[in-house]
């Protein structure tokens, strides 16, 4: 089993759509939860952080993390084109080490 | 521009030679790290220095692959006699030592095609 499992998609959705984006994972020492979006042959891009559980909403993005399940989703209300990308979760400890990325989803949002 | 910068962009080279890459991190940064990802992978852990002190390599890690950050600031990624496997798009992000060490600002990347 793979520390950080991630569906690879590819996701396509219309525009406007509410997309929801998942990851599970094995380690329970993870505590900061970050999701990353990358545009093809580019660096990954830092989205949003989160520590331990709960929710945490920036704009048209929610991040939620279930420690409990080892279970973390990012949601992206009123889906742009510009979305279209692909979407990496990412754990680590609460040092800030032990960095893991999952494999990503492909996401096309078409207009 | 105040990101992460890397250098070259992409680099083509012949097996058995070898690359040198290099990552300039956003100025404040003291944590310097180095990725490896392939196509529809995510981004593998290398390496990462804290300041000048490199302080994990994955266990993963060749022992043709070699990193420094000689001042703490700038780094480099060496790859000797390089192998068709090598093959990989090189990240390399920063972030500070304090509380946030887990927001890893990224670079563009260096893109190594060995043939």
């Known amino acids: 089993q793979k520390e950080v499992e991630q569906d690879p998609g590819p996701l396509s959705v219309p525009e406007g759509a509410i997309v929801s984006l998942n990851c599970t994972y094995s380690?329970?020492?993870?505590?900061?939860f970050m999701w990353y979006r990358q545009y093809s042959r580019k660096g990954p891009e830092l989205l949003m952080y989160t520590y331990s559980s709960g929710n945490k909403e920036d704009g048209r993005f929610t991040a939620q993390v279930d420690k409990s399940s080892k279970y973390i989703s990012l949601f992206i209300r009123d889906s742009q084109p510009s979305d279209s990308a692909t979407y990496l979760c990412a754990m680590s400890d609460s040092y800030g080490q032990n960095f893991v990325f999952g494999p990503g989803t492909r996401l096309s949002v078409l207009p | 521009d105040t990101g992460v910068s890397q250098n070259p962009r992409h680099k083509i080279t012949k097996r058995g030679q070898n690359v040198t890459f290099r990552c300039d991190p956003i100025?404040?940064?003291?944590?310097l790290y180095w990725y490896r990802q392939t196509l529809g992978q995510g981004p593998e852990f290398l390496t990462y220095?804290?300041?000048?002190?490199?302080?994990?390599k994955s266990r993963l890690l060749s022992d043709r692959f070699s990193a420094e950050r000689p001042k703490g600031s700038f780094s480099t990624l060496e790859i000797q006699r390089t192998e068709q496997g090598d093959s990989a798009m090189y990240l390399c992000?920063?972030?500070?030592?304090?509380?946030?060490?887990?927001?890893?600002?990224f670079g563009p990347g260096t893109r190594l095609t060995v043939t």
């Open positions: 992000a920063s972030s500070t030592h304090s509380g946030r060490a887990y927001e890893q600002y």
């Open positions: 380690n329970s020492a993870f505590q900061y």
């Open positions: 220095f804290q300041n000048e002190a490199q302080l994990e």
């Open positions: 100025s404040e940064h003291n944590r």
